[in-house]
């Protein structure tokens, strides 16, 4: 029985103690139960803008969880008290979705203003249980300004939540000046990073080494993280900021990166962006230009809207991929670009931007525009949280933020990932495991983050065969299926438990995965039907909705053959054994059509 639901607009008002901006609202109606409220505020003469809180409410019906872009395992209520979240161009997203226990958006809302800080909530309103939403504006200082114009995006459609976040990310597509970066192909194939396995203790030979094995596996690229620059192996940033290869680890760059592309894999590098360290050579030139300067680092952040900083740092980036022909940048540490609270947005003496945000933006959008005229399919890598609709403009590929040997977390943040990333490859955090993991738990590293693209982290050498052959299974398994683990119609159900079931569809094939004991939907007649098995249960229960005959092939967790036969299905509950960390490919073998 489907449910009608139809809503008018809820009640948009703006809140502020300033009489010096005029407000005004319009109501656009794209669709029902789908509005556009367009929201303008103006000045006589440029003012500081003051703080203007964006309010709506809607009664706490039929909605039991909340999704954002930050609420990583935990999607409980928020109280209309409690401090909602932050949203930069560098951080998160302007984003929120409430939804039901069978997945069904009751609303989800989004802002247009994705590069000034803003603060989301949607939060529990305890004397009449209703929800309290709001965008919060100028919390943050601005330059001055006499008129400020953004649009709030409110969606009531009873659609799944899923595909409410997905049209929210093709409308920020839509919008001047958020057009996302084009996404090569190497970016969707696996990579091994030298994080977890090397820190910032390496050396060219062992890195072309760990490629040597790595390429055999299945992986593509390798991404050399923090330890080329310096000798100083300790935590900090001391040394940041001159970016010249320390001899001692790699003698020649150029040479290095030869015999790595030689070996058939792109090479990516590792850059801090904002920090300058107070031992670094370029100390002196930018200590006088920083945002503010971070003792427990070491270090300070440097302030973009000096145009030789950003010079600087834009030009450090092209001489590394004309002089070495790296194929990519992992770009850290980009959130860190922002005025401490005590400091006021002004104009220093040969800053040209006022604004911090727009200059990063600019930072950000001339690093890739300048890098692709070099190497048109440049590879350029940032990490969750800097993860909104501007930074898909200035990069390709987003990973899960850092949750070693957490399989659980990874895939989480991966799948809270796909929701808001349209075509940008999302990368897992590097996958690690313990040498003495039994391999059926090491695979489910892997098994996790099935739909993004993984990036390997072990050493290589160490693991042994048996690691090595699940791992290379696995990889394939990614590589062979990736137009549709990563191109298909994707649906991660229930993030409120950590997204249980995971499935994507791609013309006649669909590929789930499942984390937890519970019943598998087969819920049409597909020609391949695949379903790996993330729990350690030897069987899952597939629930079928059609007639067909199917070969049925089930590999373990290294890929080895454990049954074949053939099976009748039928419309009801079937138990096929796959082993744990295994997957059952079901391929339709009768004369009638499916999909």
């Given at each position: 029985m489907k449910t009608l639901i139809n809503y008018d607009c809820p009640t948009v008002i703006i809140n502020s103690n300033s009489t010096l901006f005029n407000s005004f609202t319009n109501i656009e109606t794209i669709t029902e139960n789908l509005f556009l409220v367009h929201i303008r505020l103006t000045a006589v003469n440029k003012e500081q803008p003051p703080v203007c809180r964006i309010e709506w409410s809607i009664p706490a019906v039929d909605i039991h969880s909340l999704w954002h872009p930050g609420t990583d395992r935990n999607k409980a209520f928020q109280v209309d008290w409690g401090d909602g979240f932050q949203s930069k161009s560098t951080?998160?997203?302007?984003?929120?979705?409430?939804?039901?226990?069978?997945?069904?958006?009751?609303?989800?809302?989004?802002?247009?203003?994705?590069?000034?800080?803003?603060?989301?909530?949607?939060?529990?309103?305890?004397?009449?249980?209703?929800?309290?939403?709001?965008?919060?504006?100028?919390?943050?200082?601005?330059?001055?300004?006499?008129?400020?114009?953004?649009?709030?995006?409110?969606?009531?459609?009873?659609?799944?939540?899923?595909?409410?976040?997905?049209?929210?990310?093709?409308?920020?597509?839509?919008?001047?000046?958020?057009?996302?970066?084009?996404?090569?192909?190497?970016?969707?194939?696996?990579?091994?990073?030298?994080?977890?396995?090397?820190?910032?203790?390496?050396?060219?030979?062992?890195?072309?080494?760990?490629?040597?094995?790595?390429?055999?596996?299945?992986?593509?690229?390798?991404?050399?993280?923090?330890?080329?620059?310096?000798?100083?192996?300790?935590?900090?940033?001391?040394?940041?900021g001159d970016w010249e290869v320390y001899a001692g680890k790699i003698s020649d760059m150029k040479t290095h990166v030869d015999t790595v592309h030689q070996l058939g894999m792109k090479y990516m590098l590792w850059y801090s962006v904002p920090f300058v360290g107070k031992c670094s050579k370029v100390w002196s030139k930018f200590e006088n230009k920083l945002l503010r300067v971070d003792e427990k680092l070491n270090a300070g952040v440097m302030d973009p809207r000096y145009p030789d900083v950003r010079e600087y740092l834009i030009s450090t980036y092209e001489q590394a991929v004309s002089r070495w022909d790296i194929d990519g940048l992992k770009l850290d540490f980009v959130d860190?670009?922002?005025?401490?609270?005590?400091?006021?947005?002004?104009?220093?003496?040969?800053?040209?931007?006022?604004?911090?945000?727009?200059?990063?933006?600019?930072?950000?959008?001339?690093?890739?525009?300048?890098?692709?005229?070099?190497?048109?399919?440049?590879?350029?890598?940032?990490?969750?949280?800097?993860?909104?609709?501007?930074?898909?403009?200035?990069?390709?590929?987003?990973?899960?933020?850092?949750?070693?040997?957490?399989?659980?977390?990874?895939?989480?943040?991966?799948l809270d990932l796909r929701l808001l990333s349209g075509n940008t490859a999302v990368h897992s955090d590097m996958i690690m495991f313990n040498p003495e993991e039994p391999v059926e738990s090491a695979a489910m590293q892997l098994i996790n983050v099935l739909f993004s693209v993984p990036q390997i982290s072990v050493r290589l050498d160490e693991i042994g065969e048996v690691y090595a052959g699940m791992l290379r299974f696995w990889l394939s398994f990614c590589k062979e299926n990736s137009d549709i683990l990563l191109k298909g119609k994707i649906a991660p159900v229930q993030p409120e438990l950590l997204y249980p079931l995971v499935s994507a569809q791609r013309g006649g094939t669909k590929i789930v995965a499942v984390y937890a004991d519970?019943?598998?939907?087969?819920?049409?007649?597909?020609?391949?039907f695949i379903v790996v098995n993330g729990t350690y249960n030897e069987q899952v229960v597939v629930r079928c909705h059609h007639q067909g005959r199917y070969d049925l092939t089930v590999k373990n967790c290294c890929g080895q053959v454990v049954l074949l036969r053939q099976i009748d299905l039928q419309d009801g509950l079937y138990e096929i054994p796959i082993a744990r960390a295994g997957v059952a490919i079901l391929q339709r073998i009768d004369n009638s059509e499916g999909i």
């Open positions: 951080s998160l997203a302007p984003v929120a979705s409430l939804y039901n226990l069978e997945g069904r958006n009751r609303m989800t809302f989004a802002f247009s203003d994705a590069l000034n800080s803003v603060s989301i909530k949607a939060g529990i309103h305890e004397e009449d249980s209703t929800f309290l939403c709001s965008v919060t504006l100028f919390e943050e200082a601005m330059p001055k300004l006499d008129h400020y114009e953004a649009t709030l995006r409110i969606d009531r459609r009873d659609i799944p939540f899923y595909n409410a976040l997905e049209e929210v990310t093709e409308w920020w597509e839509s919008l001047p000046g958020y057009e996302p970066a084009a996404v090569p192909d190497m970016a969707l194939a696996p990579m091994y990073s030298t994080w977890y396995s090397y820190h910032q203790k390496l050396t060219a030979s062992e890195l072309e080494e760990q490629c040597r094995f790595a390429k055999e596996l299945g992986c593509e690229t390798i991404i050399v993280d923090d330890g080329w620059q310096t000798d100083d192996n300790n935590r900090g940033y001391a040394f940041t860190s670009f922002r005025l401490s609270p005590d400091q006021k947005e002004g104009t220093a003496e040969g800053r040209d931007y006022k604004s911090v945000p727009e200059a990063v933006d600019r930072l950000l959008s001339d690093v890739m525009e300048r890098l692709r005229a070099i190497k048109p399919d440049i590879l350029i890598e940032f990490r969750q949280t800097y993860i909104g609709p501007l930074m898909r403009k200035y990069g390709n590929m987003f990973r899960a933020n850092d949750c070693p040997n957490d399989s659980i977390q990874n895939r989480v943040r991966t519970i019943v598998v939907p087969m819920d049409a007649t597909y020609n391949r």
